[in-house]
């Protein structure tokens, strides 16, 4: 629902006058190719869950922390070339959304800590059903994210 609200008032705020343009920084692509990845090294930690945890869970955990850590560098970038939150109504956009973003990633990355931590003392169904819980989650937080970017290259 934040996202949804988020999108409207992009939609109208842009319609009701001066806008201003940021320039989407480059590593906003790469940073994409590794949340899908990570979309794919979760369902592949889901579809083998057996209990103890699986080196897919602890690459899904890396390649969120990078994202999340692409996700500030994208915002060191845009800060280097003087473009601040206040900077315009495009920046708000865009630090906003990706900002909320990363907040509700960060959160899933902390459920993926405390599953690979215990891992070992969960039965192998409850850990199956927190790995399914959690990786529909992720999923999510990786269909959103293509969403945000579409809406950022569309609208900012």
């Known amino acids: 629902m934040i996202f949804a609200g988020l999108t409207s008032t992009?939609?109208?705020r842009q319609a009701s006058g001066p806008w201003g343009h940021t320039?989407?920084?480059s590593i906003l692509y790469l940073n994409t190719v590794v949340l899908l990845s990570s979309s794919v090294t979760f369902e592949l930690a889901r579809r083998n869950a057996n209990g103890t945890g699986s080196m897919a869970l602890y690459g899904t955990l890396a390649l969120g922390l990078l994202f999340v850590g692409g996700q500030l560098y994208a915002w060191k970038m845009l800060v280097d070339r003087g473009v601040y939150l206040a900077s315009n109504p495009s920046s708000s956009t865009f630090y906003l959304l990706t900002g909320v973003h990363a907040l509700h990633l960060t959160g899933g990355i902390l459920v993926l800590a405390y599953l690979v931590s215990r891992a070992?003392?969960?039965s192998a169904a409850?850990?199956?059903a927190c790995i399914g819980a959690a990786s529909v989650y992720w999923h999510f937080m990786s269909a959103l994210w293509l969403y945000?970017?579409?809406l950022l290259v569309t609208r900012t």
């Open 10 to 12: 992009v939609i109208v």
């Open 23 to 25: 320039s989407l920084p």
């Open 120 to 122: 070992g003392a969960m």
């Open 126 to 128: 409850k850990f199956r």
């Open 148 to 150: 945000i970017l579409m």
